[in-house]
């Protein structure tokens, strides 16, 4: 197997956790086989390098990959997306149309939010997994396909069922290899990382010095809760690195309170003085930065 540290490499991945490690290391094992694959963890743990990392270990690396945001299409319009249409099926219909199950024949599809599927679709993709088997829209041919189908969620499939939203029988049969990521708060070791990679990243693309972290601030976003996960924490070093930038010529930095309450359930600082950029937007974390910023900047020459 490809050692581990050149796959996160390839596809951009930072952090040493265990767990994450795990799921790369099973993304790859499985990736030689046509298992379906069932991705799942909380919104922005990073579920969508995993796909690509399964196509690209797979067989199938040279043929079609399409990634589907199920979410993102409308329920009148799915199954023209998914299946293909015949001329004349629906209005607008004005020509014969492919769908991503034929387009992909003898690749992958990454069916993503796929709790989202109306139950409809979910039947049509049940009979593909089932049998490689589709119709399209409007037409009465059955046509065969040979798509290997890797799906992912932040929902909770088995919830989704209970409520009658997912088909029970579609749940089991695209959770044959589960892969879940952990939430941010699980890993708080690769926080750090993924803070000092991301402020690198804005600060080349922004032209400013990068920001650091004290020992404070790790400790800070290590006991926060990340309900976003990797896109909050890249979002908000995103906007630090942009505001501070333009704004940050305070002179009133103070460093964390060590009196901040942070608790793992959120952060509730109690930071006394902050500055208007803070209140306004009364984000906790990215008043953190604010001081940590000011501090550094107290340091580091200005450009
Ligand atoms: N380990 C990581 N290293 C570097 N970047 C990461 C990592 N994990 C996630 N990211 C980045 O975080 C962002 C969110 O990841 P992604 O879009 O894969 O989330 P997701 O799990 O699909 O969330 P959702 O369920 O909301 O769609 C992306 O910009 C991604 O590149
Ligand atoms: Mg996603």
């Given at each position: 197997?490809?050692e581990?540290?050149?796959?996160?490499q390839?596809?951009?991945i930072?952090?040493?956790?265990?767990?994450?490690?795990r799921?790369?290391?099973k993304a790859?094992?499985?990736a030689p086989?046509d298992?379906?694959?069932?991705?799942t963890?909380e919104?922005?743990?990073?579920?969508?390098i995993?796909?690509r990392?399964?196509?690209s270990f797979?067989t199938r690396?040279?043929?079609q990959y399409?990634?589907v945001?199920c979410?993102?299409?409308?329920?009148?319009?799915i199954?023209?997306e998914?299946?293909?249409h015949?001329?004349g099926s629906?209005t607008?219909a004005?020509s014969?149309?492919k769908?991503?199950?034929e387009v992909?024949?003898?690749g992958?599809?990454?069916l993503?939010e796929?709790?989202?599927?109306?139950?409809?679709?979910?039947?049509?993709?049940l009979?593909?997994l089932?049998?490689?088997e589709?119709?399209r829209?409007g037409?009465?041919?059955?046509?065969?396909t040979?798509v290997r189908?890797i799906a992912?969620t932040?929902?909770?499939l088995p919830?989704?069922?209970?409520?009658?939203?997912f088909?029970e029988?579609l749940?089991?049969r695209?959770?044959?290899?589960?892969i879940?990521i952990p939430?941010l708060?699980?890993?708080?070791d690769?926080?750090?990382l993924?803070?000092?990679k991301f402020a690198?990243d804005?600060?080349?693309?922004?032209?400013m010095?990068?920001i650091?972290?004290t020992?404070?601030?790790v400790?800070m976003?290590?006991?926060y809760?990340?309900?976003?996960n990797?896109r909050e924490?890249?979002?908000?070093?995103?906007?630090?690195?942009i505001?501070?930038?333009k704004?940050?010529?305070?002179?009133d930095?103070?460093?964390i309170?060590?009196?901040?309450n942070?608790?793992?359930?959120?952060?509730?600082?109690?930071s006394?003085?902050r500055?208007?950029?803070c209140q306004?937007t009364?984000?906790p974390v990215q008043?953190?930065?604010?001081h940590e910023?000011r501090h550094e900047?107290?340091?580091?020459p200005?450009?």
């Amino acid at each position: 197997m490809e050692e581990i540290r050149t796959i996160k490499q390839r596809f951009e991945i930072i952090g040493n956790d265990v767990k994450l490690n795990r799921a790369i290391e099973k993304a790859v094992q499985v990736a030689p086989t046509d298992f379906t694959v069932l991705i799942t963890g909380e919104s922005g743990v990073g579920k969508e390098i995993f796909p690509r990392i399964i196509h690209s270990f797979s067989t199938r690396k040279h043929a079609q990959y399409i990634a589907v945001n199920c979410g993102g299409i409308p329920e009148g319009t799915i199954d023209s997306e998914l299946f293909g249409h015949e001329k004349g099926s629906f209005t607008g219909a004005l020509s014969d149309r492919k769908g991503y199950f034929e387009v992909s024949d003898g690749g992958t599809i990454f069916l993503d939010e796929v709790g989202e599927l109306p139950l409809s679709t979910q039947a049509k993709l049940l009979r593909v997994l089932e049998a490689g088997e589709f119709i399209r829209v409007g037409s009465s041919k059955v046509q065969k396909t040979n798509v290997r189908v890797i799906a992912a969620t932040n929902v909770d499939l088995p919830t989704a069922v209970k409520n009658g939203k997912f088909r029970e029988d579609l749940y089991y049969r695209i959770n044959t290899i589960p892969i879940s990521i952990p939430p941010l708060r699980e890993r708080k070791d690769d926080i750090s990382l993924l803070f000092r990679k991301f402020a690198a990243d804005f600060a080349e693309k922004y032209r400013m010095p990068p920001i650091r972290l004290t020992e404070d601030a790790v400790q800070m976003l290590e006991n926060y809760r990340w309900p976003g996960n990797v896109r909050e924490l890249k979002n908000i070093t995103e906007q630090i690195s942009i505001l501070s930038g333009k704004k940050c010529r305070c002179s009133d930095a103070k460093r964390i309170p060590s009196g901040s309450n942070q608790q793992s359930s959120g952060v509730n600082f109690d930071s006394g003085k902050r500055s208007q950029f803070c209140q306004r937007t009364g984000n906790p974390v990215q008043n953190t930065f604010r001081h940590e910023k000011r501090h550094e900047r107290s340091e580091t020459p200005r450009l």
